[in-house]
C-alpha cells in the first residue's frame, strides 16, 4: 500500500473512531472530475502540489462566488482549462482526489488539523514554467508560500496505525470497496454510543466520465 492510501486509510478510521456519528458521501463521479482535471493540470508535479489544485477546487466549492459542486466548479468555462473529458483517470491521481476530499468531509465536520496544504481564501492559481503558483486573487500576484506541513511524506514502513478488533466489520467493509488494505478497528472510547453511517464506494477506473 502507497503512503498516499495508508493515510487515506488513517482518516477514514479516524472519523469513524470519533465521537459523533458520520455519514460519508463520497461521490466516485466527482473524484473522477477531479482525477481528470488534475491530469491535465498538475500530473508532472509533487503530490502536495497536486493536493493544492485539488484544494482549490474544494475552497471554490465554499466560496459563494464559484458554483457549489467539485463537477460545476471545474467545467466552469475558462477555468480549469487543463480539464477535458478525455482525460484518463490516472490510479494516483484518484487516490489523492479521494483522500483530499475526504479530508475537507473532515473538516467540515469539525476536525481542526485535517492536513489541508492550501488556505482557504487561495481560489486562483497560474502556471509557469511548468509549476503551479497559488494566489486568493485575480490576477495573480501574492503567491503561496508553502509554509503548511507536507502531508503526505511517507510514514515509515514499520511504522503502525495501530489498529486490531475490529468489533463491526464497518471499517473494512468501506476499505474493501474503496480498493484499500483492510486493517482491524480498535475503539479509542469503549463507553461511546451511537450509530456509524458509511457510504461504501466502489473504486473502479472506467474510460470515460
Not at 480549469?80 to 478525455?86: A, L, P, Q, W
Request: aromatic share 12%.
Amino acid at each position: 500500500m502507497s503512503g498516499l492510501m495508508r493515510l487515506t486509510a488513517a482518516f477514514v478510521l479516524a472519523a469513524l473512531m470519533a465521537p459523533q456519528s458520520v455519514a460519508w458521501d463520497l461521490s466516485m463521479d466527482e473524484a473522477r472530475v477531479m482525477a481528470k482535471c488534475l491530469y491535465g493540470e498538475c500530473r508532472g508535479e509533487s503530490t502536495m502540489e497536486q493536493a493544492a489544485v485539488a484544494w482549490t477546487v474544494l475552497n471554490r466549492v465554499d466560496d459563494p462566488r464559484f458554483p457549489d459542486t467539485i463537477t460545476e466548479v471545474i467545467i466552469q468555462p475558462g477555468q480549469f482549462t487543463g480539464y477535458k473529458r478525455s482525460n484518463p483517470v490516472d490510479d494516483e491521481l484518484l487516490d489523492l482526489a479521494m483522500d483530499v476530499i475526504i479530508r475537507w468531509q473532515m473538516e467540515k465536520s469539525g476536525e481542526a488539523e485535517v492536513g489541508r496544504v492550501l488556505p482557504k481564501e487561495y481560489v486562483y492559481f497560474i502556471g509557469r514554467n511548468g509549476r503551479n503558483y497559488f494566489g486568493y486573487e485575480w490576477p495573480v500576484s501574492e503567491t503561496w508560500d508553502w509554509s503548511a506541513e507536507d502531508p503526505y511524506q511517507d510514514p515509515e514502513e514499520d511504522e503502525p496505525i495501530g489498529l486490531e478488533g475490529n468489533e463491526n466489520g464497518e471499517l473494512d467493509e468501506f476499505l474493501q470497496n474503496s480498493g484499500y488494505r483492510t486493517f482491524d478497528w480498535v475503539a479509542s472510547d469503549s463507553s461511546r454510543s451511537g450509530t456509524r453511517t458509511v457510504r461504501r464506494v466502489r473504486k473502479h477506473y472506467p474510460d470515460r466520465y
